[in-house]
């Protein structure tokens, strides 16, 4: 069995955006060996995500917009308990919302490898979730498999 493991870094440039890894994961997979066998694309950070969907721009801004609208950054009428000094390690919380669209996009995907390649979906992307950048940030890719 092959377990390949790369890590790329991804430089965001709003503090809310989707950047398409599509490519990335695909030459991770393609120079690994494996010939069928799983790839695990994942997010070391709290305040970002994995989201596989279409590649269309009008969707990625309708992604980064609806998601907004269910955990908003700075909500009307109420606030987050996160948003505060956090004196267990002496920093300022302030981006709760950016953790929830985190637990609402989740922050994995996985895709069967058959015959060297992705099996995924003619319009299916894989996109990093940046929502609270822009930062530089590390994506994990683990390619298992024969």
Known sequence: MIIKLEQITVQSHAGQELVDITPEVERIVSESGV????VNVLTRHTSAGIVVTEGLECLEQDVIEHLERLAPDHPDGYGYHHNRYLDFDGRLGFNAGAHLKSILGGYFACFPVAEGRVVK??????????????????????VLGE
């Open 35 to 38: 010939c069928n066998g799983l």
């Open 121 to 142: 979906g003619g319009r299916q992307r894989i996109y990093f979730a940046e929502y609270d950048g822009p930062l530089a940030r590390e994506v994990v890719v683990q």
